[in-house]
């Protein structure tokens, strides 16, 4: 199957799509550097280095499947919330390659922010878009109007249609070593019959705690000696007592969430003679109120982007005695799951940005081959009958 990776980043969604067994027919791109790493991980020749407005759907053919995460920025909780009202805005150019080249199904990812309140009749606008591609503005129609004439839509549409869902991913609930909340919306064409559902979380925090408080495995893991106490001394034993009242004797059945330790195994010291070209040290590391970064023995927090290209203080890890550090770019690389050989180029907060901005390559790989076997599967006969009737 064919994808259209746009708005790809140095290419975490698409890495983990590919992994999934999706073969990339061109990469959208406006960032540089994130072309620059692009070029080093795929087939240079399909990456397209400038504005979406720019690029030609029509050179890429037949589309399986386009993917990509718009630019967040508008959305973003940390950003200025302008939404529709901000340039950054990329979503209609998003829809633009959906009514274009009417593909069996779509992937975008965005941030936690786009389901804030104040942003939800735009957030609605978006989805409703994705659902009737093909009914699009007239002239200098405003959104908020076309809002209101989308709602009206249903079998007097007659164009082509999407089965639209959305969700917000914890990506540590798929095995990232990371606390990471994404909105993922994912759209199928209603004539191919199938349905979409996010696939079922495969780890949990109740599993990790457990290893922990009750178990120990963890520790026996890392063949180290426990720590609860330094991890919660004030609610050990009662967390203990929680989990032991809600599972009994048997452990949940989920995995545990992936912890930075788990994340990092094998990995030196930074400040070593390790010959890995990307596992620098950086000095300069400091906490502050709200930034006291990523605890060894828990999912890290959010690898972050930050603004202009800066990555935002939490991108440390802190060790059992307090002290903490900068990730490198290996360490960062690896918590958002890029395999060791992926190259991220640029210095150090170029790097983290890019890495900062993308999908895990394990959630995209979930996502990927979940949304491969969807499409690969048989319609029922009623849906059959519905699509036909439809149509």
């Known amino acids: 199957m064919q994808s259209l990776e746009i708005f790809s980043g140095t290419g975490g969604l698409a890495k983990g799509l590919e992994d999934a067994g999706f073969r990339h027919a061109a990469f959208v791109e406006f960032n540089k550097h994130a072309c620059s790493s692009l070029r080093e991980n795929f087939d240079p020749g399909k990456i397209f280095e400038g504005d979406i407005r720019d690029f030609d759907l029509d050179a890429v053919g037949s589309i399986d499947v386009v993917a990509g995460g718009p630019p967040c920025q508008p959305f973003s909780l940390g950003g200025k919330h302008k939404a529709h009202d901000d340039h950054r805005d990329m979503f209609p150019y998003a829809i633009r390659a959906i009514e274009h080249l009417s593909p069996k199904a779509f992937v975008f990812e965005n941030v ?69 909340e994404r909105v993922v919306i994912v759209g199928i064409r209603s004539d191919i019959g199938v349905e979409w559902k996010f696939p079922e979380r495969t780890h949990s925090i109740d599993r990790l705690l457990w290893d922990m408080y009750v178990s120990g495995d963890y520790w026996k893991r890392h063949d180290i000696e426990a720590r609860v106490d330094r ?126 901005n993308a999908v895990p390559v394990r959630l995209a790989s979930v996502l990927g081959k979940h949304l491969w076997n969807t499409l690969h599967k048989k319609p029922s006969a009623v849906r059959q009958r519905m699509s036909a009737i439809a149509a």
């Open 112 to 180: 936690k922010g786009l389901l804030r309140e104040s942003f939800s009749n735009y957030f609605e606008f978006i989805l409703l878009r994705l659902t009737y591609p093909g009914f699009k503005p007239e002239g200098s129609e405003d959104w908020r109007d076309h809002l209101a004439m989308l709602r009206k839509l249903g079998k007097s549409y007659t164009g082509v249609r999407y089965n639209v869902k959305y969700e917000l991913l914890n990506a540590a609930d798929y095995g990232v070593p990371q606390t990471r």
């Open 231 to 356: 991890l919660d001394p004030e609610n050990s034993h009662e967390i203990s007592a929680s989990l032991m009242k809600r599972y009994g004797m048997f452990e949940p059945s989920s995995k545990p969430w992936q912890t930075v330790r788990d994340a990092l195994i094998g990995v030196p010291d930074p400040r070593s003679d390790h010959g890995i070209v990307d596992h620098l040290f950086r000095s300069g590391a400091r906490t502050y109120p709200g930034h006291t970064g990523s605890y060894i023995d828990w999912p890290s927090k959010t690898i972050k982007a930050g603004g202009h290209g800066v990555p935002g203080g939490e991108n440390m890890i802190r060790y059992e005695d307090g002290s903490i550090r900068y990730f490198t770019v290996h360490e960062a690389k690896l918590i958002q799951t890029f395999p060791i050989e992926f190259q991220v180029l640029g210095a150090w907060g170029e790097a983290l940005r890019q890495i900062g």
